[in-house]
């Protein structure tokens, strides 16, 4: 097939690879070779089939009517992303500052005076929480609105 | 060239304060590219014409991020391919063209298609990255520098690259030079 050793370098003519020395050597050559006009013309030939015929102006128009729309939808993300930051912020400083210092027994060292609160709060919530009905509706609310938020955070790439 | 290049700056920094004008211009100068590359990678018409939409939406809705001219057109092109890559994520079917659909898709055939169909199945032989690299380099005319930034490659390894796709086109094409020429 490639039986010019000129061939290789029709794809670096194409690619704009050549200085201009080479590019009139190979020109010159291309008038007297049929081996090297027949890649030519294969090369020219794949060009016009990976061209796509568009309707004009059909992309054009599509793509700003459905802009708009998008840009709300990205708004309307963003709220809700925020939404779903300040939920998980509330759930990591209530885990931080109050369930794991009262489960552990673990003193703020640095701190004393917010770990006598936090402490204080978590046994509080202990005792209160079984005995009180809503207190635990509401707890349950909450694990759901956490499993919630994680779940759409999962999934919000699109 | 020169000119070019500073239109489309224009026309970005246009674009970037929200000119719906600008905006359509960009995407007239632009929509061959993207929907080239799509369809090599989908080789669906009207999947290729939705995700070229979605890929300009995309482009619109992050274009204040476009620091740099020169970055755009690679940029678009990267946007193009997470676009497709996420569909098929999405829909988990990957697309595959055989010689009967392209058939199908053709008609007749007369000895301009028959010619098309040879080349089409050719480029259907190929891997995807081989697709997409002879579809910027040839029809798109992306130089080396731009390729290599969309296709996440050294410019050497862009040019290896091309010369081995170019080869396994060539060696598919083998046999059918009649029905080329």
């Not at chain 2, 359509?24 to 590219?33: F, P, Q, Y």
């Not at chain 2, 369809?39 to 482009?59: A, G, W």
């Not at chain 2, 620091?67 to 098929?88: G, L, M, Q």
């Not at chain 2, 969309?150 to 170019?166: D, F, G, L, Q, Y």
Request: hydrophobic letters at 40%.
């Amino acid at each position: 097939m490639n039986s010019c050793e000129y061939v290789d370098k029709i794809i670096d003519y194409r690619m704009g690879q050549l200085t201009e020395e080479q590019k009139r050597e190979l020109e010159l050559h291309l008038k007297s070779c049929t081996v090297c006009q027949r890649e030519m013309i294969i090369e020219l030939l794949v060009e016009d089939e990976l061209a796509v015929e568009l309707e004009p102006g059909f992309i054009e128009n599509k793509t700003m009517a459905r802009l708009p729309l998008r840009q709300a939808q990205d708004l309307r993300s963003f709220w809700l992303y925020a939404y779903r930051m300040v939920v998980l912020g509330m759930t990591a400083a209530i885990v931080c500052f109050v369930l794991l210092p009262f489960l552990l027994k673990f003193p703020l060292k640095p701190f004393p005076d917010l770990s006598r609160y936090t402490s204080g709060l978590g046994e509080f919530l202990s005792v209160l929480a079984p005995a009180n009905p809503i207190l635990v509706a509401i707890g349950f609310c909450y694990i759901l609105l956490i499993a919630s938020s994680v779940y759409s955070l999962v999934h919000s790439r699109h | 060239m020169d000119s070019k290049i500073d239109d489309i700056g224009c026309l970005i920094r246009s674009a970037q304060n929200g000119d719906e004008q600008a905006m359509t211009r960009l995407i007239t100068i632009h929509k061959g590219l993207v929907f080239t590359i799509i369809m090599r990678m989908t080789n669906d018409y009207h999947t290729s014409e939705d995700l070229t939409q979605e890929t300009f939406i995309k482009v619109f809705l992050n274009i204040k991020k476009v620091k740099s001219r020169e970055h755009f057109r690679p940029w678009i092109c990267t946007i193009a391919r997470n676009i497709v890559r996420d569909y098929y994520r999405r829909t988990k079917s990957h697309a595959t063209i055989s010689f009967d659909q392209v058939k199908e898709f053709h008609g007749q055939w007369d000895q301009s298609t028959r010619r098309r169909v040879v080349i089409q199945d050719a480029l259907a032989k190929l891997v995807e990255r081989d697709r997409i690299l002879l579809t910027l380099t040839y029809y798109q005319g992306l130089n080396l520098r731009e390729v290599a930034e969309v296709m996440k490659m050294t410019e050497s390894n862009v040019k290896v690259c091309i010369h081995r796709a170019r080869k396994r086109l060539r060696r598919h094409l083998e046999g059918y030079e009649n029905e080329l020429m």
